[in-house]
């Protein structure tokens, strides 16, 4: 049913991702489908402009990985570093890509920008895929006015994991703002909405559980610019539940030459777990509490304008069963005990957690 497969056992047509891209003729108007079987494939994977209509589908999320650990700050030559865009492992030049049950990862760790996913072209769409980083984690950009629709994924970071200048909808997802090793606060996303664009990034139902430390979050900060007046940043949260990591003013300026007035940030209705409403009572001035009609313009074909998502392939608009898949596993070896940490990359009710070790 798949037009190549990607197995690390040799059983398919290719045993690395890259290869496999290599392979697709270029210039195609219909999706060449991309099986990816289990494994964990350490490599640095670009989807080349010349080569749309891309779709990967994993053979499951929570084993089927894409991984590297380049990050911003590495030294190329003496006086040279990756930079932010060429530290992401996995890069998509091409329009109409879309994936499906595959986790996009950065594993360089903390301290520098590093990159998961850029996606760098217009109309991607991703289905069941998790987003596993900490600084940078999501880049959106490319010319013009690209669209990204996300649908029941995952993503996690700690500083501003989920930014660009994309026109980009979350549906359903879960946004894990994750505990840092340093003390004080931190970032969700920091859109750069270009100045006339009517949409930024918009979250629809999605859950922004806690964290296991005592990181508190703002739900996002402005991407500074040349001159401010070039950009109108644009995050809207509807519907979706959060937690007390959330800091009460919800939002916050770059710095002191922020134009507050360029800014749209705006909440409807978000709620805890235990479904009662935010007090956004401390929300800052300068953010919108919108109203149900205002809300509801909020749609897909309000935002797309044109591209309908869901007809990509089938079943990206159908809800799943959250899989089980653990993110973030840590040990801390003390003297004489350790401790063990992790979380749940969709929150599921009633799992027991069963821990072993080898002899």
């Known amino acids: 049913a798949y037009d190549l497969i990607v197995a690390k056992d040799g059983s398919g047509n290719h045993t690395t991702v890259q290869a496999a891209i290599n392979a697709v003729p270029t210039g195609l108007s219909a999706a060449f489908t991309i099986y990816i079987k289990n494994g964990r494939y350490k490599e640095k994977i670009n989807i080349p402009s010349s080569k749309p209509f891309i779709q990967l589908i994993g053979e499951s999320v929570a084993n089927t990985i894409l991984t590297y650990d380049d990050y911003a700050s590495k030294m190329t030559t003496c006086s040279g570093t990756v930079g932010t865009q060429n530290s992401a492992s996995f890069t998509v030049n091409a329009t109409d890509f879309a994936a499906t049950n595959i986790t996009f990862e950065n594993s360089y760790g903390?301290?520098?920008?590093?990159?998961a996913i850029l996606v760098n072209a217009d109309r991607a769409v991703f289905k069941n895929c998790r987003f596993l980083g900490n600084q940078d984690t999501i880049y959106l950009k490319g010319g013009g006015t690209p669209k990204a629709y996300f649908s029941q994924c995952y993503i996690d970071g700690n500083v501003d994991f989920i930014f660009g200048s994309s026109v980009a909808m979350f549906d359903s997802c879960v946004v894990y703002a994750k505990s840092r090793t340093s003390a004080g606060?931190?970032?969700?996303?920091a859109p750069n909405t270009p100045t006339g664009q009517s949409y930024g990034f918009v979250f629809n139902n999605c859950k922004l559980p806690a964290n296991t430390g005592a990181t508190s979050y703002y739900l996002s900060r402005p991407w500074p610019s040349p001159s401010e007046a070039l950009t109108a940043q644009k995050v809207i949260f509807l519907n979706s539940y959060m937690s007390t990591h959330i800091n009460p003013a919800g939002w916050v300026i770059w710095n002191a030459s922020t134009i507050t007035a360029n800014l749209t940030y705006a909440e409807y209705a978000s709620k805890y777990f235990d479904g009662t409403l935010v007090d956004?009572?401390?929300?800052?001035?300068?953010?919108?509490q919108l109203t149900a009609p205002q809300a509801a313009t909020y749609t897909a074909a309000n935002i797309f304008a044109g591209w309908d998502p869901c007809s990509v392939a089938s079943g990206i608009c159908t809800p799943v069963t959250s899989p089980i898949a653990v993110s973030n596993f840590r040990v801390i070896k003390n003297a004489s005990n350790s401790q063990f940490s992790w979380n749940i990359s969709w929150p599921i009710s009633g799992i027991d957690y069963t821990l072993y070790r080898s002899a």
């Open 110 to 115: 903390d301290g520098s920008q590093a990159v």
């Open 185 to 189: 606060s931190s970032y969700i996303t």
């Open 280 to 288: 956004v009572s401390a929300r800052v001035p300068w953010s919108y």
